[in-house]
């Protein structure tokens, strides 16, 4: 079992005013329902995910450029030689 999705402040602060707007939506509005607390806990999880996954993927295009700049080199000083 992987460990769970670590949001960074910023998206804990971006999930919870989006959890302020709905909740205050669905005080002014009837036709809206109401998070509860496991939903809000599954709002962070889904968060973390996403950001978790996004990190991920930067982190593998990073070495991909870096890759690509190494072989560059390689090449370069394999056509000096």
Do not use: F, W
């Amino acid at each position: 079992m992987s460990a769970p999705a670590i949001e960074p402040i910023e998206v804990v602060d971006a999930v919870e005013h989006h959890v302020s707007v709905e909740l205050a939506d669905a005080e002014k509005y009837e036709n809206r329902t109401t998070l509860d607390e496991s939903g809000i806990r599954s709002l962070h999880a889904l968060a973390g995910t996403i950001y978790t996954l996004g990190y991920e993927a930067g982190v593998r295009a990073e070495h991909r450029r870096c890759r690509a700049e190494a072989q560059r080199r390689r090449d370069r000083d394999g056509a000096a030689s």
